[in-house]
């Protein structure tokens, strides 16, 4: 004070009358005054002030820590989506090339599976004996069967790439196309009975091939899991400006945890090992192709009224009026 006049904020530790340390700072000033030098002192108690700057340094170290954990979190963040997008990119290459091999490999099958068929036609027309008309059946069924199962892995692959499943359309009397199926899906399936039944008139602009693979895909499920000792109705319906196709088959009920997934590929309601076994892509290509045609399918099923697949599309492939009738 002598040297500069002045000091402030000098921390000093005193004790009080019960020898207790108490913290205070002290300011004080030198004046000179006529008769004298005076020092005016004075002193505050701290320890409201240390408290509240104990609590800002804690709160500034708190977050300081905050901030270096959400720093750390962001980069382990930003590794993991890294790390995610280059195994995502890595499993749809994979994905894209495995389509593609199944492709390739269903395509280049369809001409030696073709060659077997036609050859065990031509067989059966010899004489042979009854064993060997017998297998000579067993292949061409067989080959029918590998045949079909091709023919849905390539509308799987070509959905599956983006492409979507083609579609030709022309205007054809649509119950007559459907009678044709249903009459070639007898001979297919000798062991079941099937009815064609036509609701209404006139014409509409499909895919006749493609309507045949949904009406073959449906019989062909309610074969493999309906009750053959009861017919199988086939409904071909012109209503308005909208075309219906439904199959209808009697038996148990589809299990209400497997409707929700029934129309992805690689889905069967039922693991039974039989001759109908598919690769679980019949329902998948169903409903491909009455997206194609811009419809849907939808399904009902219960144990009373047994199990009805039903496709709608517009007649004339424009998109069908507001009030178009339901399934």
Known sequence: MRMQGSVAEVKLDLKNASEQTVTMLLNGVRREHADGVYYELALFGTTDRDKYEREIVESRQRAEKLLWEKTSAEAALLQAKVE?????????????????????????LKNPLTAIKMAA????????????????????????????????????????????????????????????????????????????????????EVDSDRMHQI??????????YGDLDLPIKVTSTLQGDIAMLSVHNLGNAIPESSLGTLFEPMTRVSDLDTDLRSVGLGLFIVREIAKAHGGDVAVNSTNEMGTSFCVSFPRT?????????PC
């Open 215 to 224: 009406v073959g895909n449906l019989v062909a499920n309610s074969v493999a």
């Open 84 to 108: 995610l997008d280059h195994a995502y990119e890595k499993s749809q290459q994979r994905a894209f090339f495995a389509e593609q091999m199944v492709a390739i490999a269903s395509h280049d």
């Open 121 to 204: 036609d031509l067989l059966v027309r010899g004489a042979r004996s009854p064993r060997d008309t017998e297998l000579l059946g067993q292949i061409s069924q067989s080959s029918e069967r590998a045949q079909r199962m091709i023919a849905d892995l390539l509308d799987f692959a070509l959905a599956r790439v983006g492409r979507g499943i083609g579609i030709t359309r022309r205007t054809v009397n649509l119950h007559m196309v459907i009678e044709r199926s249903v009459d070639e899906l007898r001979v297919a399936f000798p062991q079941a009975r099937m009815i064609h039944e036509q609701v209404g008139v006139g014409l509409a």
């Open 317 to 325: 492939g424009t998109p069908p009026p507001i009030d178009a009738p």
